[in-house]
């Protein structure tokens, strides 16, 4: 069956330009997304589907169920940026210093727009989905509550599917790739310990600086001389802090940067890796250092076989001329990956208009791909329904 996409969203899309632009009035920060959550409820409720709210964060789960079937997921991120938007926009932010910057109010339109078709043309379809909007992305994640919470469970879902407005394509073009999209991050903070004494007399002491420059040093050969240069990774150092003064030779110091990895047993090898060298370096000399390693997101990694359907449903409703093949990963990471823990999935962008950036106060969307965006998301989970 051939939808015509365009007149079958006819009376959907202004819908969904109306709960866009009421949502980018009134961003709300990661933790804070209270408002945001209601205005999504007011939405869903009249539209007769399943609605579920999660402890300890502000997520919502909207269920449509249509007979037996497989149950397919769309994910879609709630919260804001700390960003001053610009005077101008006839529905700009509200919220003084709050920012939709990151395209989360469009995210969260389309997956309504979706749900709503979805609901209002049951006989196009059967099965399950489940439509996951997830706060905290742009901090800690709420996925990982949701996901702990039995989001992907009851029924199990099969696939799931992320999509990101991208400013950097006209409004409409489908960017992707198979495999990996993106990668891992951990937060390193790595104490240095040596010992304090007069400036004059460094004999007298351990030179914790002294120590950290060389830890510093070493690290940054990790990546190029034990992993292979096929095999993305980065070792940074962020921010170096210790001394008390010019003439004191430094006592301590706390070096805090991140781990960005691709593939888990690099992720793994790594992270001992900066652990034996710091502590070896720090011992050497003297000195002792302590490695904190905080894991955050994973890798966000296509399913070749979901992922072959959604280009092939992009090809037909957007035409190969509007899309573009991703050439390589990012070592940027996404919440998105929780909700992969448990299931296979496809993250995908939508072009959103050219000339501005995310998280900056100069992005903007071009409403144009409010349509595209929608017809794209409601054919990908018709067809892996009936994959």
């Known amino acids: 069956m051939t939808i015509n996409w365009q007149e079958a969203l006819r009376d959907v899309v202004p819908h969904v330009t109306a709960l866009r632009r009421e949502l980018h009035r009134h961003p709300e920060l990661s933790g804070?997304?209270?408002?945001?959550?209601?205005?999504?409820?007011?939405?869903?409720?009249?539209?007769?589907?399943?609605?579920?709210?999660?402890?300890?964060?502000?997520?919502?789960?909207?269920?449509?169920?249509?007979?037996?079937?497989?149950?397919?997921?769309?994910?879609?991120?709630?919260?804001?940026?700390?960003?001053?938007?610009?005077?101008?926009?006839?529905?700009?932010?509200?919220?003084?210093?709050?920012?939709?910057?990151?395209?989360?109010?469009?995210?969260?339109?389309?997956?309504?727009?979706?749900c709503k078709w979805l609901c209002e043309n049951r006989d196009k379809w059967q099965g399950t989905v489940k439509f996951l909007f997830e706060p905290m992305e742009e901090t800690?994640?709420?996925?990982?509550?949701?996901?702990?919470?039995?989001?992907?469970?009851?029924?199990?879902?099969?696939?799931?599917?992320?999509?990101?407005?991208?400013?950097?394509?006209?409004?409409?073009?489908?960017?992707?790739?198979?495999?990996?999209?993106?990668?891992?991050?951990?937060?390193?903070?790595?104490?240095?310990?040596?010992?304090q004494c007069h400036g004059a007399y460094p004999e007298q002491g351990i030179d914790a600086i002294v120590l950290s420059a060389q830890i510093v040093s070493a690290?940054?050969?990790?990546?190029?001389?034990?992993?292979?240069?096929?095999?993305?990774?980065?070792?940074?150092?962020?921010?170096?802090?210790?001394?008390?003064?010019?003439?004191?030779?430094?006592?301590?110091?706390?070096m805090r940067g991140t781990l960005r990895t691709m593939s888990a047993d690099t992720r793994k090898k790594l992270q001992?890796?900066?652990?034996?060298?710091?502590?070896?370096?720090?011992?050497?000399m003297g000195g002792s250092a302590r490695v904190d390693i905080i894991p955050s997101y994973g890798a966000v990694y296509n399913d070749d076989a979901f992922y072959s359907i959604i280009d092939r449903e992009a090809e037909t409703l957007l035409g190969r001329e509007n899309m573009v093949l991703r050439e390589a990963p990012s070592l940027g990471v996404e919440s998105f990956c929780y909700f992969l823990d448990h299931t296979p999935g496809v993250y995908y962008d939508i072009g959103s208009g050219i000339g501005t950036a995310l998280h900056t106060d100069t992005f903007m969307v071009d409403e144009d791909c409010l349509l595209p965006g929608v017809a794209l998301q409601c054919a990908s989970v018709l067809a892996l329904l009936k994959a």
């Open 32 to 114: 804070h997304e209270e408002k945001t959550r209601e205005t999504l409820l007011e939405a869903l409720r009249p539209l007769g589907c399943k609605l579920h709210e999660f402890k300890n964060c502000n997520g919502i789960m909207a269920t449509v169920e249509n007979g037996e079937g497989d149950c397919v997921a769309v994910r879609a991120d709630m919260d804001a940026l700390p960003v001053c938007e610009p005077a101008g926009l006839s529905f700009a932010s509200a919220n003084e210093g709050v920012m939709h910057a990151c395209g989360h109010d469009v995210h969260m339109a389309l997956a309504y727009g979706c």
């Open 140 to 195: 800690v994640g709420g996925g990982k509550l949701m996901v702990e919470q039995g989001c992907m469970e009851n029924p199990d879902v099969k696939c799931v599917i992320g999509q990101h407005v991208n400013p950097r394509y006209k409004a409409g073009v489908f960017f992707a790739k198979p495999g990996f999209v993106s990668g891992s991050s951990d937060d390193l903070m790595i104490t240095v310990k040596g010992s």
């Open 272 to 284: 001992a890796e900066i652990v034996s060298t710091a502590e070896g370096i720090a011992s050497a």
């Open 219 to 254: 690290l940054q050969q990790l990546v190029s001389r034990t992993i292979s240069p096929f095999d993305p990774a980065v070792v940074t150092i962020g921010t170096i802090n210790g001394g008390k003064a010019n003439n004191i030779v430094c006592g301590e110091v706390v």
